[in-house]
């Protein structure tokens, strides 16, 4: 039963010709599917309505082959052509409750147009802003004509697919219209630059032609960043940002308000709290009569009511929420709080688009996989036979397949060899900002203690003989991993002899709960960054914060520089100036003595020496792979034993992300007690349409 205090979530909210049936809220987000993956785009979004979501939204789609950012992968809207795969989206949403909406957009200068291969354009002269050797050409008279009646056309085309809802879109410094309205970008000398007044008029322009065309069934909303946080530099709440918002207050059915660009509206849970936009969009609510929406990685029902109540917003923008529980309204609805699977806010999801590649989510491994493998975020078949597993292992991977496992009604018995569970994620998620990780084990312990056919036993270090004397038919090894001592990483493929002249760390020492800093050499500690993503940087800060000289030296040209894929690269970075960090980039490590390394510049080889009194060495990993050396060294004895089969998933296979370690987990359970063909893809694929 729902709590009543949540009811306002669940009130009817008109937009203007339509209702959302509730306030939640799914904004329009990326999902590296779009036009290439049009079935998985249709599914996961479908999923989102029967999960409760009142309004669910595309990706950009691009209104004109002029406005195309191969190879990113959005959704298109150019012509008939692609009615076909956005009807079905419509039908998708429409068929579980939900409203669809559409973003419709011109990217301007943010197109390179490396596929159609027509030239950008943009309010005036610029460079793209995708690093491209190209420049974008000032808009004249026609343009801007023509610019009109592509929108146009790509709403009417909407309202043909069945869209409920249709955006004109100004945020994220992505877009024309945001371009037309920016100091920084639109330099004209016409009567669409200068004045405040002349930069908004294509915003007012476009709003009028898509109400005129579309208006009599469809709502149009307007996405606006309000602010673009560069201060003076740019639009900010306290200025153009207010002032346009009191410009066009009563024009568009609905306003979806944000900061910009997208690594500030999408920023990490490292960097950022829930509610965080609030400070910015809060004003939009008293310039207008319309409908509000906003975002902030809200994940807590008790945040949406007052946002609501104090009039912050109408509705509860989400977009990461919404990825990481697809049923999150429905779960406040039936009064299953406790069930909710929450955003860590990692950005993980960010990467798929930014690879190209279909979404993924570390807190929902069925994300992106709901048409291609059929998964269902809340439904899993049950098994024929309660058959029984162990699971050896209790970190991501391991508490992962024992819930799923558990779900389908196998009789799980999960043995964990420390004195807590989590595995890695109970030791990153003390580091600095990353609290939120730990997400990741609460909600599957949170799951496991429901489950009466699951067994639970922490401090139980076992042996391949133990293991064999069980007689359980099946066992999974979920054994995890540990950081490498001996320097093999990106940059290096051998052990490098002498780094045990000194003082020698891995992140695993530095992570163990009973590490001293006071305890560490007085000298400069040296963080060497071998692996690019998070930990590097990481052990920088915490080493900082407790008062040591810090130097991160790293071979690559940035700080953490897989991080830049998450948005949050350049965070990081500030972060460590900040704490005092001394930072040396394209530097490689070629040896070390008693008091200082010996290094090189990654491109040059030119020498040089760096003192250093404690060493962390952040390279790579190797997996936790004895007890499955051992099994495997005795598979003579499995069928004595009764054992059918052992696998090895997670970190224990291959260490990666911990989205990759939860993934594994829950394929183990998915796929247990199918017959699995190697040789083939274990997922549908999209058909390709041959002309």
């Known amino acids: 039963m729902r709590d009543p205090r949540y009811d306002v979530l669940f009130e009817p909210v008109p937009i203007g010709p339509v209702t959302a049936r509730n306030r939640f809220y799914q904004v329009p987000h990326c999902a590296g599917m779009g036009y290439r993956f049009p079935s998985s785009n249709a599914a996961m979004r479908g999923i989102k309505a029967e999960g409760g979501w009142a309004v669910v939204c595309t990706e950009e789609a691009e209104i004109h082959p002029s406005a195309e950012i191969s190879p990113y992968v959005e959704n298109r809207i150019w012509d008939a052509q692609d009615l076909p795969h956005l009807r079905a989206f419509t039908e998708a ?21 490396h596929y159609s291969r027509e030239v950008p354009m943009g309010p005036s002269h610029r460079p793209v802003d995708s690093g491209d050797p190209v420049q974008a050409r000032a808009m004249d008279k026609t343009d801007i004509a023509a610019f009109r009646r592509w929108h146009r056309n790509a709403a009417l085309r909407a309202k043909e697919a069945g869209f409920d809802i249709v955006y004109v879109y ?156 697809p049923f999150l309204p429905k779960k406040i ?102 609290a939120s990780w730990g997400r990741v084990r609460d909600w599957r312990l949170g799951q496991l203690h429901k489950l009466a056919n699951v067994e639970m036993y922490l401090a139980s270090a076992l042996t391949a003989d133990d293991i064999l004397s069980y007689g359980i038919a099946h066992v999974v090894l979920a054994t995890g991993s540990v950081w490498r001592r001996d320097g093999i990483g990106r940059s290096r493929h051998a052990a490098l002899p002498g780094l045990d002249a000194g003082p020698l760390l891995t992140p695993d020492d530095v992570m163990a709960e009973t590490l001293d800093a006071a305890a560490l050499p007085a000298g400069p500690i040296v963080v060497y960054d071998d692996d690019g993503y998070v930990m590097g940087g990481l052990m920088a800060e915490l080493l900082a914060r407790a008062g040591c000289a810090v130097t991160l030296v790293t071979p690559a040209p940035l700080v953490s520089a897989w991080t830049q894929h998450a948005l949050d690269q350049p965070r990081i970075h ?56 051992d099994l495997k060294a005795r598979e003579a004895d499995w069928a004595d034993a009764g054992l059918l089969g052992v696998q090895t998933i997670g970190d224990a ?23 699995i063909d190697p040789d083939v893809a274990p997922f549908r694929r999209e058909a390709i349409a041959v002309d």
């Not at 980039?585 to 080889?605: G, K, Q």
């Not at 260490?655 to 939860?662: L, M």
């Open 93 to 113: 949403v429409h068929a579980q409750g939900g409203l669809a909406g559409i973003e419709l957009v011109h990217n301007g200068h943010h197109s390179p147009n």
């Open 170 to 325: 100004a945020g994220h410094d992505m877009a024309l219209l945001q371009h037309f309205l920016s100091r920084r970008h639109n330099d004209r000398a016409d009567e669409y630059g200068g004045s405040l007044e002349n930069r908004v008029r294509l915003i007012r322009e476009v709003l009028t032609d898509t109400k005129e065309a579309v208006g009599d069934r469809c709502a149009v909303a307007f996405r606006f960043a309000v602010d673009e946080l560069l201060g003076d530099d740019g639009i900010t709440a306290q200025g153009e940002g207010h002032d346009t918002v009191a410009m066009l207050a009563e024009l568009p059915d609905l306003w979806d308000v944000n900061v910009s660009d997208w690594s500030n509206d999408s920023q990490t849970a490292r960097f950022a709290e829930e509610g965080y936009q609030e400070p910015y969009t809060r004003f939009v609510k008293a310039l207008t009569t319309k409908p509000v929406v906003g975002v902030g990685r809200y994940t807590s029902p008790d945040a949406m009511v007052r946002a609501v109540k104090q009039g912050v917003m109408d509705l509860i923008g989400a977009a990461r929420p919404s990825i990481a529980d």
């Open 333 to 434: 609805e039936e009064g299953r709080i406790d069930d909710i699977r929450e955003c860590i806010g990692c950005n993980i999801c960010v990467t798929g688009d930014n690879f190209s590649a279909p979404i993924r989510c570390t807190q929902n491994p069925t994300m992106g996989e709901e048409w291609r493998r059929g998964w269902h975020p809340e439904a899993i078949p049950a098994v024929t036979a309660r058959e029984k597993v162990l699971i050896v292992g209790g970190g991501p991977a391991g508490l992962e397949a024992a819930r799923a496992c558990g779900q389908r009604g196998l009789e799980v018995v999960l043995a964990e060899a420390g004195e807590h569970w989590g595995g890695r994620v109970a030791r990153e998620s003390r580091l600095p900002g990353l």
């Open 574 to 629: 500030r972060r460590l100036v900040e704490c005092g960090v001394t930072i040396r980039l394209n530097t490689v490590l070629t040896a070390r003595n008693a008091d200082r390394l010996e290094l090189a510049c990654s491109y040059t080889e030119a020498p040089e020496a760096l003192d250093c009194a404690a060493l962390v060495l952040v390279t790579a990993r190797l997996p936790n792979e004895t007890l499955t050396l």
């Open 653 to 675: 296979r291959a260490p990666g992300t911990i989205a990759a370690a939860v993934f594994a987990g829950h394929r183990y359970a998915r796929e247990f007690g199918e017959d």
